[in-house]
Structures are given as C-alpha cells and as structure tokens.
C-alpha cells in the first residue's frame, strides 16, 4: 500500500486552501466521496489529512489519544482568544483544569439548574409578540449567554453586556474562517480585520472581568467546603433545596486562585473558553433545530405534545425532560444534520500509521463530524431529517464514531449533559406556548470555530 494516502492537487502557494476556504463542507464531502478513509491535502503550509472512518476516529480520539495532541496552527489568533483554556491546554495543565472544572458539571448540579434555565428562558420568551419575527439565532443565543453566566460563574449579565458580547461575536468569528492568505498575515500586522479581533477580544475580557468583579468576596467560606478543592459546598446553587452539589465553576476558579493553584491569566483563560463555548454550540445546535422542526410539521407536532406534557403541572424540570425522548432524537438528528462543530483537528506526537499510510509528526487530522455524520455508508438517505435513526436498534447498528457531535475520549465536551439539558428545556417552554416558522432563503452555512448560518434566521412567532 502506497506510503501516502490519496488526494486532490493544490496550487504551489496556497495548496489547497482557496478550495477549503471557498466551501470547506462540500470540499470534505468531496475529498471523502472521491478519495475513501484517508484523504491528504494541503491547507496552507501545513499538511492535512482528513479521516472519514468511525474506527480511525475513535482510535485517534480514544484507544491512542495519548500519542495526539491539539494542533498549533502557526496563527496565535486561537491561543490569544482562548489561552490555555480547556479547549486548547495541554498535559498537566489540561489535567488540572479538568479535575477543577469537573465538579461543576456533576450530574447532582446540572439537574439542580433546570431550574436558572427554565427561568431565563421564561423570562425571554415573555417578551415576544404573536406575530412578529425574529432573528432566533439572535435570539436564542442571548438567551444561552445569560443562561451560562448565571449557571457557571453565579452572576447575571446586564442586558447591555448581552448586546456587548453578540456585537463582538462577528469579528472574532470572522477571525476564524477559512482563508489562506492569513497565514502569510501575522496576528501584530495592523490590518482592519486583525484591530477589529484585538478590539474584540479586549471588550470580551472587560465583560468578564465585570462579572468577577461582582463577584469578588461572595464565594462561600472555606469553612463550609468540605471538599477544598474539589469545589463541593453546603448550600450549592440558588433554589437547590438539599445543598449538597458542587460550586459554579467561577467560585471553584477563584478559590484554587487564591490558594496558588490558578493564575488570573488562568481565570481569564477559563472563563473566556467557558462563555464563548458554553453558550454557542447550544444556540447554534437549537437554531438549526427550530429550523428543521419548521420544514417538518410531523415532528413539530411530536415535540409540541412533549413540552405541553412536561410543563402541564407547572415549569419543567430534570425528570420531566428525560421523559422528551422524542425530543432528544430531534436534536440528535438536527446535530447530525448540522454539528455545530464540524470538525476537530488533532496532531501525532511522532510518525503514526493510519490504515496503512504514514501520517507524520507534526501534521493535521481533521476528524470531521460534518463528513461522517453525511456518509451514505452509516445513513441511508443522510441528507433527510428523520429522527426515527435514533430509535435504540437503528443506533446501534451503527459504529460508535458515526456521530460525535461532543466529541470522544479524555478531550469530549465536558458541558454535553448541561448542554442536552438546556436544550430540552428551552424547547419545551417555548414548543407549548409557541410554534416559529422560519421565513428565510435556502439555509447556506459558513466555517468559523463553529458552523454559523451565513445569514439571519427570521422565524415568524406564532401563539398557540
């Protein structure tokens, strides 16, 4: 077997990154249809080798993961935004960001916040009038920003540091998408697209450190931690009546920092990662929701008749979204349909063999959930909506890695539960008092960290 996979030819310059940067999804699709598990091409300067088999995927993210690591790209635009965050640190400083950050997404805290989600959701949803539009993409993540600073860091955000981080939302994105030229750009070169990110992300930190500001001297007493850092406390979060369940993660943030344990880069770096991650995905993974129950009437109906049964006795919570099963299989398959992470990149720590082909130190992996989640070979019809694939005998006919929308192994996303849970109950408060009928073009998407919509998402608010 030839020592180096197949691929399409790039240009010398720019390899094959106008191509990526014009359409990075039908690139993918197309590199997998035409060239099988293991496709090569350049992005850059840098190789890329694209995998498309659950089983490869699994063994880099899973059985080997230790032999990989996240990739640097030469551009430190990622490491000034993010740091040394959850998503990008590495060995013992990942380990120990980790073992900090994993009591506050303890399934005892997540259940006890159904109750800060379904408030906030409530609280929104109030403000619209039968029919007007909506952007919901809009809307949706101003909801899940107050959700995750109100879950994970205590504290509320004003409604103008709502409005602060969406407007700064663009130019960091936009920092992010596909583009060849940036490589031969550094970062310190005053170009307007690089002021407006070093703007961006300057106002993004001033919002974060208002919100520890507010917070400076209300964490709870040592005293009553009996855990010390592992950030178990009596009292737990507001409205949780037995007490006993971790801290938000700023307040167990704060106490490691006090002991030695953190820097205030440290916090800094945590706290970005944790807004920006925390609230994105989530309002990206319900906006393409919305929008598919839109298109499919049947399953709206489905949904409609879950979120009356949970909210019938009053404001939903834990139990009674685990009970919307239906529900979940619709955001299963909106995120099969539409990850908004579509793909991860990984790096080989030394030479490594992938189905026969050497895979050099130092290169790309693209595992991407984008292409897998689309294959023919573990969907029929792949491009149809059709949440009965996650019926329990269709989803287990298939290999594990044929859907990771959350990723896998020691780096998966440690908000999924949280993530889940949020969005069921977002659903079921606003599918039993509202149907949204989505008014736009054809959907068009573009890469940036995430899968973005390329336009507004009007949905037209309809009262039941």
């Known amino acids: 077997m030839s020592a180096t996979p197949p691929g399409p030819v790039g240009d010398p310059l720019f390899g094959n990154g106008r191509q990526y940067a014009d359409d990075p999804f039908g690139f993918m699709r197309a590199c997998a249809d035409s060239y099988g598990d293991v496709v090569r091409f350049d992005l850059g300067p840098r190789e890329t080798y694209l995998l498309t088999n659950p089983d490869d995927i699994e063994r880099v993210l899973v059985a080997e993961a230790e032999r990989y690591r996240k990739p640097q790209f030469g551009d430190d635009a990622m490491g000034t935004l993010l740091g040394e965050g959850l998503l990008l640190s590495e060995g013992e400083t990942w380990r120990r960001q980790r073992r900090l950050a994993n009591p506050s997404f303890h399934s005892r805290r997540i259940g ?98 208002g919100i520890v500001e507010r917070r400076r001297g209300t964490e709870r007493d040592p005293a009553v931690d009996p855990a010390g850092s592992e950030g178990v406390a ?22 490691a920092r006090d002991r ?44 409609e008749r879950e979120a009356a049964a949970a909210t019938a006795d009053g404001p939903p919570d834990a139990a009674d979204a685990r009970e919307m099963t239906y529900t979940g299989r619709v955001l299963s398959e909106s995120m099969r349909l539409y990850p908004p992470v579509y793909t991860l990149f990984r790096e080989p720590k030394l030479d490594v063999k992938i189905d026969g082909y050497r895979i050099p130190e130092g290169s790309a992996l693209m595992c991407s959930q984008w292409v897998v989640h689309r294959s023919p070979r573990w969907y029929d019809d792949p491009d149809t909506f059709d949440p009965g694939r996650w019926e329990p005998e269709r989803r287990s006919a298939r290999p594990r890695f044929a859907y990771f929308p959350f990723g896998g192994g020691p780096r998966h996303c440690i908000g999924k539960a949280f993530s889940l849970l949020e969005a069921k109950l977002i659903l079921a408060c606003v599918c039993s008092r509202y149907a949204l009928d989505y008014e736009g073009p054809d959907l068009s998407l573009r890469g940036s960290l995430t899968m973005h919509p390329d336009h507004p998402v009007p949905m037209r608010i309809r009262e039941k």
């Not at 909801?143 to 700064?168: C, N, P, Y």
């Not at 009596?234 to 409205?239: A, E, L, S």
């Open 260 to 303: 030695g344990e953190q820097t205030d880069e440290n916090l800094r770096d945590e706290l970005v990662t944790m807004l920006l991650a925390g609230h994105d995905t989530t309002a990206l993974a319900l906006t393409y929701t919305f929008y598919l129950l839109s298109k499919h009437p049947a399953a709206r109906e489905r949904v």
């Open 112 to 209: 006890a916040l159904a109750g800060t989600m379904v408030e906030h959701t409530a609280s929104q949803i109030a403000e619209w009038e039968d029919g007007t539009v909506v952007d919901v993409q809009l809307e949706i993540a101003r909801l899940t920003v107050r959700i995750i600073v109100s879950a994970m860091f205590g504290a509320d955000v004003t409604d103008e540091e709502v409005r602060t981080v969406q407007e700064k939302l663009e130019p960091l994105g936009a920092r992010f998408e596909p583009d060849p030229r940036r490589f031969l750009i550094p970062n310190w070169v005053p170009t307007r697209e690089n002021r407006e990110f070093a703007d961006a992300v300057d106002t993004l930190e001033s919002v974060i450190d």
């Open 234 to 255: 009596v009292g737990g979060p507001p409205g949780d009546p037995d007490g006993d369940v971790p801290m938000d993660l700023l307040s167990v943030l704060l106490r």
